[in-house]
């Protein structure tokens, strides 16, 4: 009883003040509040005991250390002053210290994080949300007087991690008329192929990757099972603390079988969930016994469902249906001396994450079929996409029936003008990152791996006099293996000025040219 009152008002706690006070100071990009906020709970020290996590406590600051090294490590946006984020750089590694002796910190911290470096995205939900629910327990165990209640925050902890893979699996069963319907029909390997087509492990041959997609096909819905076996199986992660511990790596080695399958990398849960898994591992009898068995199985369920349910947090549904057709926009540059390399979402951190995706659509105006590497959310289309087998005929017919035009003349100049202040900003001898070259290789790794591509890549050795941005579409055939290349065009050139000619940055430029900071969902 008592793990369950812990667990609700800890929930309570996170989704109705810890949440909100941190999205209010990720829009604001404000240090005052989470400063009051923080400092407030030391009256109560006064009057009530301070909550010890136990082992959880290292736990927690791992993953603040984890999330501070993306945060310290990623690379300024030149197109905006350098001082300001070079000193909250340096902040996020004080509060980052304040937060792992005084949780409360932690507003603080990822006021700085989410709201000034951009850290509220997609690879860091996870961990991110884990810290703010160790926030939200610790608040409610300081208000109730609670110092020994490690289970309720390993229940709060891994109801968290945990939900981030059953609502996927949740949107899996959704897809199609039935609930194994995804498991059954879905093409997996087209992922692995449009991966290959969208700019991941591009090094290889592509009669080696035609090899291995052959085989893969066979595997599918084994694949499949699996995919949903591990990502429903935190429902009754619960029942025994061996159990717990398994799934939380089989969830780390799943991740870890994406990135190899698609380019799609996140480290951060990789992580995370290992740490929790020693954690969980390595807790005193006494300490997590409350956090399992059935009853504590019933508490879990009951928040991982409401989590589904997207009344707590809001875990992406990742449900789809993979198709072999991409259309992705690419950029190039040519340098001071002739040479033409690839411009990949690597070199453009701190926004590899969108210079990765689908960023570009609005320069072209070529109807959308997809998302994200091909995908789809429609059976239907998928198998016309199959069926076309990379035909330009029936591909210019599916676009026009179920295609969308995205084109927007005004993030179009947005966007021109970003790139033009960085790179002028660059060939002028702009720092790039907080790092020295030859300590490049500490910087924490991206989540999005399309880093190859039909020419070189670009790493910054010599000045950029043009920008070249093209639209291709590439479309795996599964009856021959080939790739082919359906359309390849320029869509826009941007001629730079040289370096002695650069006047300051231009006022239409943005820090990106798709999305504000924080616009995934807290």
């Known amino acids: 009883m008592d793990t369950a009152v812990t667990v609700a008002g800890a929930v309570v706690c996170y989704r109705f003040a810890v949440s909100p006070a941190v999205r209010a100071m990720t829009r604001r990009r404000s240090l005052s509040l989470a400063l009051i906020a923080g400092v407030a709970p030391v009256v109560l020290l006064a009057f009530r005991p301070t909550p010890e996590p136990g082992l959880l406590r290292w736990f927690a600051v791992f993953v603040i250390a984890l999330l501070t090294w993306q945060g310290v490590t990623s690379d300024y946006d030149v197109t905006e002053p350098i001082d300001p984020q070079r000193r909250d750089k340096r902040l996020l590694l004080l509060l980052a210290a304040a937060s792992c002796c005084w949780p409360p910190a932690l507003l603080a911290w990822?006021?700085?994080?989410?709201?000034?470096?951009?850290?509220?995205k997609h690879h860091a939900m996870m961990p991110l949300r884990m810290l703010k629910a160790y926030l939200a327990?610790?608040?409610?165990?300081?208000?109730?007087?609670a110092t020994d209640s490690a289970a309720g925050l390993l229940l709060m902890l891994g109801c968290v991690s945990l939900s981030h893979y059953v609502k996927p699996a949740w949107s899996k069963a959704r897809l199609g008329p039935r609930?194994?319907?995804w498991m059954w029909h879905n093409r997996t390997h087209y992922l692995m192929a449009s991966a290959y087509s969208w700019g991941w492990a591009r090094f290889l041959p592509t009669e080696t990757v035609s090899r291995i997609l052959h085989r893969a096909r066979g595997l599918d819905r084994?694949?499949?099972?699996?995919?949903?076996?591990?990502?429903?199986?935190?429902?009754?992660?619960?029942?025994?603390?061996?159990?717990?511990?398994?799934?939380?790596?089989?969830?780390a080695l799943f991740n870890l079988a994406v990135a190899l399958a698609s380019g799609i990398l996140f480290w951060e849960n990789i992580g995370t969930n290992i740490a929790l898994a020693i954690a969980v591992g390595q807790l005193p009898d006494a300490e997590g016994e409350a956090a399992f068995g059935w009853p504590a199985a019933l508490i879990a369920l009951t928040v991982l469902v409401l989590s589904a349910a997207d009344l707590l947090w809001q875990p992406w549904h990742l449900g789809w249906w993979d198709s072999p057709f991409t259309a992705r926009v690419h950029w190039q540059v040519e340098t001071a001396s002739g040479a033409k390399l690839g411009l990949y979402n690597d070199f453009m951190c701190?926004?590899?994450?969108?210079?990765?995706?689908?960023?570009?659509y609005f320069l072209t105006d070529q109807p959308v079929l997809h998302g994200h590497l091909g995908i789809v959310w429609e059976r239907r289309l998928r198998d016309l996409l199959v069926q076309a087998d990379g035909d330009r005929e029936q591909m210019h017919h599916l676009k026009n029936t179920y295609g969308?035009?995205?084109?927007?003349?005004?993030?179009?100049?947005?966007?021109?003008?970003?790139l033009t202040t960085m790179f002028t900003r660059l060939n002028s001898g702009a720092c790039k990152g907080p790092l020295p070259r030859s300590l490049r290789w500490l910087k924490a790794p991206g989540g999005q791996l399309y880093r190859w591509g039909d020419l070189h890549p670009y790493r910054g050795g010599e000045p950029v006099r043009r920008i070249t941005?093209?639209?291709?579409?590439?479309?795996?055939?599964?009856?021959?293996?080939d790739f082919v290349l359906l359309t390849d065009h320029v869509i826009r050139e941007i001629d730079l000025l040289p370096p002695a000619t650069d006047r300051g940055s231009n006022p239409c430029a943005r820090s990106?040219?798709?999305?504000?900071?924080?616009?995934?969902?807290?």
């Not at 990822?110 to 509220?120: D, F, H, P, S």
């Not at 701190?350 to 570009?360: C, K, M, S």
């Open 469 to 481: 941005i093209r639209y291709e579409e590439r479309c795996y055939r599964p009856a021959t293996g």
């Open 350 to 360: 701190p926004y590899e994450r969108e210079f990765g995706r689908v960023l570009g």
């Open 137 to 145: 327990w610790f608040l409610v165990a300081l208000l109730c007087g």
């Open 512 to 522: 990106s040219s798709t999305a504000a900071p924080t616009s995934e969902s807290c």
């Open 222 to 251: 084994p694949v499949n099972l699996l995919t949903m076996a591990v990502e429903a199986a935190g429902l009754a992660a619960f029942i025994d603390r061996r159990l717990l511990v398994a799934i939380l790596v089989a969830t």
């Open 404 to 418: 969308c035009v995205q084109k927007d003349e005004q993030l179009a100049e947005e966007h021109i003008a970003f």
């Open 110 to 120: 990822m006021a700085v994080y989410c709201g000034k470096l951009r850290g509220w």
């Open 179 to 181: 609930p194994w319907s």
